[in-house]
Nanobody, 126 residues
Framework: VQFVESGGGLVQAGGSLRLSCVTSGFTFDDYAIGWFRQAPGREREGVSCISGGDGTTHYADSVKGRFTISKDNAKNTVYLQMNSLKPEDTAVYYC????????????????????WGQGTQVTVSS
């Protein structure tokens, strides 16, 4: 199983970034794919998730209306478009995959995930 995350970087408040997570080694559509983030001294938190199957999505309240998760099944890739970034969005962002008993299920707790990427740093300056 492999994850290749990209798209992180340094951006000013109000700016945008698009994270990508290219996956391989598992049946993409049988898994929910989530984005998590972890800031120094804080617990890892769920940001967004997209299910297998019909691509049901879910967002943390803190990013709702600013972030958009999407996927390309042909490329086994999930994206996280992040707009109107705030300094409090600064963290290492991870993508992860959770096998679900049926498709169309989202998972927002880290403990529910089977595979994790290496993370990409997002820094938002004020």
């Amino acid at each position: 199983v492999q994850f290749v995350e990209s798209g992180g970087g340094l951006v000013q408040a109000g700016g945008s970034l698009r994270l990508s997570c290219v996956t391989s080694g598992f049946t993409f559509d049988d898994y929910a794919i989530g984005w998590f983030r972890q800031a120094p001294g804080r617990e890892r938190e769920g940001v967004s998730c997209i299910s297998g199957g019909d691509g049901t999505t879910h967002y943390a309240d803190s990013v709702k209306g600013r972030f958009t998760i999407s996927k390309d099944n042909a490329k086994n890739t999930v994206y996280l478009q992040m707009n109107s970034l705030k300094p409090e969005d600064t963290a290492v962002y991870y993508c992860a995959a959770a096998h679900t008993p049926t498709r169309n299920i989202v998972v927002m707790t880290p403990g529910g995930y089977d595979y994790w990427g290496q993370g990409t740093q997002v820094t938002v300056s004020s």
